[in-house]
């Protein structure tokens, strides 16, 4: 039997604000799916950013209570984007953790908090 997982909800007020945001910082440009739907595609899962209310549905969601984390090829420039995008938070700096991985972390807009980390120094504890 073979698992992948292909889709991770991500809880905001505000799809537009949403899909400016992730645009920006993954420099990606993804696809709007629905009035409340906003998909971009990070390798073979999709980050759908989701806003209930713009979806017509009766109920709000709060951010995802812990980090979502990103591989990426180019952290320096991801970390710049980052800078010039609305974070509510963001680290002052790239860091290398006592596991190995280079990183930094930041929270979008709407709560959500982050992970970027050099796909070179991903740590998997494998």
Not at 28 to 55: K, M, N, Q, W
Request: aromatic share 12%.
């Amino acid at each position: 039997m073979s698992v992948k997982l292909f889709r991770v909800i991500l809880p905001v007020p505000s799809v537009e604000a949403a899909a400016a945001f992730y645009e920006q910082v993954l420099a990606l440009t993804g696809t709007r799916v629905s009035s409340g739907r906003h998909y971009l595609h990070c390798g073979e899962t999709i980050l759908a950013c989701f806003s209930p209310r713009e979806d017509g549905d009766a109920f709000d969601l709060p951010p995802n209570p812990d980090h979502l984390y990103f591989s990426v090829t180019d952290l320096e420039a991801t970390f710049a984007r980052c800078q010039a995008a609305p974070c509510a938070l963001l680290d002052d700096s790239i860091r290398t953790r006592p596991w190995g991985e280079r990183s930094f972390y930041a929270t979008d807009p709407f709560g959500n908090k982050l992970c970027f980390v050099d796909e070179r120094t991903v740590f998997t504890g494998r």
